[in-house]
């Protein structure tokens, strides 16, 4: 408290000494900059634009109607290019939520989920399905004609879940594509029909790897291995060389064995010094701090 | 044994759809529209003679029918006049009831018919009765139009029972818009300090209240008597 009167006291706050500039005229940007920032800015403005305007009922309408040119060399693996494009231009606005609202829609009129495709939807009945992979709720499997038709329609899905911009017309939409599917050839050649399944077994199998490569880099990820799948482990498997019979657990004390569930001995019921010790056995005697 | 199996079947959807049936008449008997006794408690043998097709199935698609509001409804419902507008017209119309016969889930197509439909024939109002739930999209359909037509919608499984006749759901009774008027000023109340109904509330539902309607809620107890509490509807 008593401290000698200092000369004066002394402001805490820095000398103004240093006369902030004047606020400089802001120079203008090089043309490419001014460009990247008005996209950055478009981008920004439109990602704030959560409240978009919804969708119009006549676009889901139009939508649940393709494919509109219906030919039997026509196909979801081969969609009229007409078709593709209204589908695309149209989905690219689309929230994913509206994307699945169109799905539903298409399976009220029994159409197949996947816009781009000419047949009905499935119609299993119950609620589950036994399937080679596994089980299934029948309600996912409806949705489609087809598991491929399925793969195509989640895959525009997904490209709308995580979207990426592309320029178009001086706005910033969607990236959009289907699916790729076997190369085109000439639509008016029928093709082979066995030569058509195995390709897309073909498809399917490539499909696999590309997920399970996929799925470990995303684990890798998730683990934090930088490395990712380069610094993969060659694991061998020995078969070990003395193989007895397998034994099925037998509880040690065969004195005690009725008073045995499922390897478990009850303790209750049972008189206190027998209790105490068996406490013994898992209790360290003193505990430390 | 199929036979068997089918023929029960139907007979419990026949039921169910025929509870339906009721339930629908009383709702729109207790909203004021004019249906007599006889319409609203229709016995299941008549039922079943007319809407059963000959092996015993019901036709959902014959199930439909229209009612006119009570004199006493059509004053409810007309807004007080105003010098603008000396002569209001009552917000009450006819309404047009109907059985979806779709079986799979409702979508704008269907939604679509009906509302068109109705205001094809000036319904003031309509209620679609559906076997499965409506699509996001449809739905949308209902409350775009709703300017136009007040459309309603109710699964079967909804109103096979009539919440109403349930003993703990007291009585309510829909204000119009002068009580409500008074009531606010009698108790000097802004409408927004009033406890509120939610309007998909199964009873607001079934009243078909509407958002900013004030409803009358009757209780009897033991020890307090007959009380009456009100709700806004939001
Ligand atoms: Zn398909």
Redesign the pocket.
């Known amino acids: 408290m008593s401290t000698a009167p200092a000369p004066a006291p002394r402001g805490i706050l820095k000398k103004a000494a240093v006369a902030a500039p004047p606020p400089a005229e802001p120079t203008p940007l090089p043309r490419e900059q001014q460009i990247t920032l008005h996209q950055a800015q478009q981008l920004q403005r439109r990602l704030e634009e959560e409240i978009k305007p919804p969708v119009p009922i006549e676009t889901f309408e139009r939508l649940t109607q393709l494919p509109r040119v219906r030919r039997p060399s026509l196909s ?1 693996a081969r969609p009229p290019p007409d078709d593709v494009r209204e589908f695309l231009n149209a989905v690219q606005d689309f929230l994913p939520r509206e994307y699945s609202d169109l799905i539903e829609e298409r399976n009220c009129m029994g159409s ?3 816009a781009l ?3 009905p ?1 499935r119609s299993y009945e119950g609620e589950y399905k036994i399937l080679k992979t596994g089980i299934a709720k029948t309600a996912d499997l409806n949705m ?3 598991d ?2 399925a793969r ?1 329609a989640l895959y525009i899905k997904v490209q709308l879940d995580n979207p990426s911009y592309i320029r178009k017309d001086g706005q910033m939409v969607v990236k959009l594509e289907l699916r790729e599917e076997e190369p085109k050839s000439s639509p008016q050649k029928p093709k082979d029909k066995v030569d058509e399944l195995a390709k897309t077994l073909e498809q399917l199998e490539v499909d696999k790897k590309t997920q399970t490569t996929k799925d470990a880099a995303s684990l890798a990820a998730e683990r934090g291995d930088v490395g990712g799948l380069a610094r993969q482990v060659e694991v061998t498997i020995h078969e070990k060389s003395d193989v007895a019979p397998a034994k099925a657990p037998e509880p040690e004390q065969e004195a005690d064995m009725h008073l045995f569930i499922e390897g478990h001995k009850m303790t209750f019921g049972i008189d206190k010094d027998s209790d105490e010790e068996s406490d013994d056995d898992y209790l360290p005697s003193t505990i430390r701090l | 044994m199929e036979e068997e199996g089918s023929s029960s079947m139907h007979a419990r959807e026949t039921s169910r759809l025929w509870r339906a049936w009721r339930t629908v008449h009383e709702m729109v008997q207790d909203r004021g529209y004019e249906l007599s006794d006889e319409e609203v408690r229709v016995p299941l043998e008549q039922f079943k003679r007319e809407f059963a097709d000959a092996d015993g199935s019901i036709m959902r698609g014959k199930m439909q029918f229209s009612a006119r509001p009570s004199e006493a409804m059509i004053k409810k419902f007309t807004p007080p006049p105003t010098p603008g507008n000396p002569n209001p017209q009552s917000e009450a119309g006819t309404i047009w009831v109907e059985f979806c016969p779709e079986k799979s889930s409702i979508g704008i197509g269907v939604m679509k018919k009906f509302v068109q439909h109705c205001s094809a024939n000036n319904f003031k109002a309509g209620i679609l009765i559906t076997a499965a739930p409506l699509s996001p999209q449809a739905r949308k359909v209902m409350t775009v139009t709703q300017h136009y037509t007040q459309i309603e919608c109710f699964m079967e499984e909804d109103l096979l029972v009539n919440i109403t006749h349930h003993e703990l759901v007291p009585k309510h009774i829909v204000l119009s818009r002068e009580e409500k008027m008074a009531l606010l000023k009698r108790y000097r109340l802004k409408e927004t300090q009033l406890p509120r109904i939610l309007s998909k509330d199964p009873i607001a539902r079934y009243l078909g209240l509407k958002r900013g309607q004030v409803v009358k809620i009757v209780r009897t107890s033991e020890t307090a008597g007959r009380y009456a509490s009100y709700r806004l509807c939001v």
């Open positions: 979801a197949c989920g996947y495709c000419p047949r939807r489609w004609c087809s491929e038709c195509r």
